[in-house]
């Protein structure tokens, strides 16, 4: 890629917590104006292979595309996948045979959890054993597995294994974004529900910052001569333990909203997740957020959404 602001960018996946912060990152002139992809139908890979179509036409100065796209949760059943799965596989052997400029590149936005299963190894790194424990770890490493299938030796490609992405925007509506909840409940003044060990470490990377690692990785990739197929662990690099960050809400919303401990967590919880990259030349161009910082930032947002009425049936 000549240059990154030359490329032009499909965020697949826009409307989630990492595609917008990634879209947040792109010069609007560059963006692809995608057409909408009808996720819950058979016809999502139609629309995905129209998509690639135009985007081919509009790629002609550079290019990056970034598969941000997945309904699933740590918590969702194997069924859940099997579509998210069968389009990816089919869009890839798309990419594969596109025409698209040597310039460019694809991201794979993959998760920490595939390591879940060897958390007495912590940190892990690129060269970490991966061992999943449930059934969103196992469809993330299938996944992994079609991109270098399909992609490796014909489109230059970096998978990124993402630690706990936080920030503003978060779909509370999931089971998921521990710090947004923490937030909600300290807005409504009452304790957070916490059903695994205060203990348990998690490295919270604020979601811009992943964006601009995102950045920072596709542009190695495509300057690279040497490896066309790139893995990087895409981590704040800080871990911190539930407890610590149950305080930092405190702090930041000046509200003691506190903890509910309600032990329900199974054998497959994995109590340390400490991430670090063994390749951290690759992602100079992009500094880390203070936790406290993006926490606030995150605090601000519920508290905004609150008020205009968005939480009012948890009220």
Not at 265 to 288: C, G, I, K, Q, T
Request: charged share 20%; with cysteine; proline share 3%.
């Amino acid at each position: 890629m000549a240059s990154d602001s030359k490329a032009t960018t499909w965020v697949i996946g826009a409307s989630g917590l990492l595609g917008r912060a990634v879209v947040r990152s792109v010069d609007g002139s560059r963006l692809f104006a995608s057409r909408p992809v009808r996720w819950d139908s058979d016809q999502a890979i139609e629309d995905l292979a129209r998509n690639l179509d135009e985007f081919a036409r509009e790629a002609t100065g550079g290019w990056r595309i970034i598969w941000a796209a997945g309904t699933g949760v740590i918590g969702s059943g194997a069924s859940h996948f099997e579509q998210d799965e069968t389009t990816l596989k089919q869009f890839l052997s798309c990419l594969a045979e596109a025409r698209l400029p040597e310039n460019g590149g694809y991201f794979h936005a993959s998760s920490a959890s595939v390591y879940a299963g060897e958390a007495v190894r912590a940190p892990f790194s690129e060269s970490s054993r991966v061992a999943p424990t449930s059934d969103y770890a196992y469809s993330k490493l299938r996944q992994e597995q079609l991109v270098a299938q399909l992609l490796g030796g014909r489109v230059r490609t970096v998978i990124g294994r993402i630690s706990t992405l936080y920030g503003p925007g978060q779909n509370l509506s999931k089971s998921q974004g521990i710090i947004a909840k923490m937030c909600l409940n300290a807005v409504l003044r009452r304790p957070a529900q916490i059903y695994v060990p205060l203990d348990t470490l998690r490295d919270y990377l604020y979601v811009d910052d992943a964006a601009a690692a995102i950045s920072a990785t596709l542009q190695t990739v495509t300057r690279s001569t040497s490896d066309p197929l790139l893995m990087r662990v895409i981590a704040d690099g800080r871990a911190c333990s539930i407890g610590y960050l149950s305080r930092i809400v405190d702090k930041v919303s000046g509200r003691r909203g506190g903890i509910e401990y309600q032990p329900t967590f199974n054998a497959s919880h994995a109590r340390d997740l400490r991430m670090r990259s063994e390749y951290p030349a690759d992602v100079v161009a992009w500094r880390r957020t203070p936790l406290s910082v993006g926490v606030a930032r995150t605090y601000a947002d519920i508290l905004q959404r609150f008020t205009r009425g968005e939480f009012a049936a948890l009220a």
